[in-house]
């Protein structure tokens, strides 16, 4: 059926065949997997006669004369079965079932019964969201395939077999290796600002967990101040973020100045921790932030409720985050508190070490297992925050105290957290060697475009 093409022909054809891929990898990668699993699906049709490869067969002389022919006779069918195709491309709608979308496409009511069939036991449709893009084919206005991204990093493919009905399998995408570096200029809150850049939740957890003894998130960090994160990622071909490997590096820049991080995990640690540059420990006696503060912007909350720092009126901090964001214990310790307490409302008190204790009011509720007598470890989440007891509004009031006299965090310079030394010190230096090299080799790449991007600091900051 193929011998009357001419050598144009099959020239124009490869042609237009190139270019609609090339388009069609632009646009949504999964179709390169619908080809190709349609490629597929045509070379078990042409291994089953349908395309009438005998009259190929017979014109070859020896296995290897036959063999390409038949290759060749396979490209042809593929790409003519491929020209006679139309390709869609449909947005499920708000509210809409992939059976609605495919009737809405044109799909026949069998047909669409077979496709969403085929997709048993491989993806369940009711995933699929608002504005997610589909792909459907069709040949003489019957469906033949459709594709969709099913998460990042794979796709779903459906088509119609030589037996009439569906196929379905999801696809996996290679994915590429990184040491991804973010750096820009805190806009909103550093957590908006992070995940817009492609970190995830992991990452901007780690920074605010570095951090958290030493910055005041909702005071300290203004937008403006710049931030870094070096990461280990794994993207996919549409330069979504796979999964993340290890935080490699953190940094902030606030208006005290800058202060950068490195992961080291020490001979005979179980985990890695964070260093500074001289290999001195990021952690601290107390947190000065005992609640995720990558999520705190210095506007939250402004207009319902003053956000108070220390005063001699006022003797604590208050943070102004949603109600039911984790409260953690800021430092170890024993619970001696955990209870209402008169315009406090929900109330958590721990005793630590060296006459220091810690108070967290206006709580909605406490975590499992918060009462007098527990022991907890620092960063242990030990309520949430609410807006009970006198408060205008939800927020964490935390304080610190000495000797049962409330002080203000700022003052506090009790140093804590191990220092590295001898053996471990040599290890650290070298991994804060190879961390800094690549943090220079991302930021030679990215240089024209942050020379755009950083603005200059301090003019219209209040
Ligand atoms: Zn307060």
Do not use: C
Request: proline share 4%.
């Amino acid at each position: 059926m193929f011998s009357a093409w001419g050598g144009d022909v099959e020239r124009r054809l490869r042609a237009e065949f190139a270019q609609r891929l090339v388009k069609a990898r632009k646009g949504l990668a999964a179709f390169t997997i619908m080809a190709a699993a349609f490629g597929l699906g045509l070379g078990l049709a042409w291994n089953a006669g349908l395309f009438g490869g005998g009259a190929v067969a017979e014109a070859a002389e020896t296995a290897a004369v036959r063999a390409e022919a038949a290759r060749r006779a396979e490209h042809r069918a593929f790409t003519e079965a491929y020209l006679a195709h139309t390709a869609r491309e449909m947005r499920v709608g708000s509210g809409e079932t992939l059976a609605g979308l495919l009737s809405r496409a044109g799909a026949s009511r069998s047909e669409a019964n077979a496709a969403m069939a085929s997709l048993t036991g491989v993806y369940d449709s009711r995933r699929l969201r608002p504005g997610q893009t589909v792909s459907l084919f069709f040949s003489d206005a019957q469906l033949t395939g459709l594709a969709f991204r099913s998460e990042p990093g794979a796709s779903v493919t459906a088509n119609r077999t030589t037996a009439g009905d569906f196929a379905a399998r999801e696809v996996l995408m290679p994915l590429t290796f990184e040491i991804a570096r973010i750096a820009a200029p805190v806009e909103g809150t550093l957590y908006s600002t992070a995940m817009a850049k492609g970190a995830t939740d992991r990452e901007i957890a780690a920074l605010a967990d570095a951090f958290s003894y030493d910055v005041d998130f909702q005071r300290d960090v203004q937008p403006g101040d710049n931030f870094e994160l070096v990461f280990e990622r794994y993207y996919d071909d549409e330069g979504n973020t796979v999964r993340t490997g290890d935080l490699l590096f953190v940094s902030l820049e606030t208006r005290r100045g800058p202060r950068n991080f490195y992961s080291f995990m020490g001979p005979g640690d179980t985990r890695s921790d964070w260093y500074d540059a001289d290999g001195k420990s990021a952690r601290r006696f107390l947190m000065k932030t005992p609640i995720n503060g990558a999520r705190l912007s210095s506007g939250f909350g402004m207009r319902r409720h003053p956000i108070l720092g220390y005063s001699r009126m006022h003797r604590g901090t208050d943070f102004a985050a949603p109600i039911g964001t984790p409260i953690l214990a800021a430092g170890e310790g024993t619970i001696v508190r955990a209870g209402p307490f008169s315009s406090f409302g929900n109330y958590v008190r721990i005793r630590h070490a060296n006459g220091y204790e810690t108070a967290y009011a206006h709580m909605s509720r406490f975590a499992r297992g918060i009462r007098a007598g527990t022991r907890v470890r620092q960063g242990q989440i030990i309520g949430y925050v609410g807006t009970t007891g006198r408060s205008t509004g939800p927020h964490l009031h935390y304080e610190v105290l000495r000797r049962g006299q409330q002080i203000n965090p700022i003052n506090l310079r009790v140093a804590n957290g191990r220092n590295l030394t001898g053996r471990a010190l040599e290890l650290f230096e070298i991994e804060r060697q190879r961390i800094d090299t690549l943090r220079q080799v991302r930021a030679n790449e990215h240089a024209p475009q942050e020379a755009v991007l950083t603005p200059t600091r301090g003019g219209g900051q209040p």
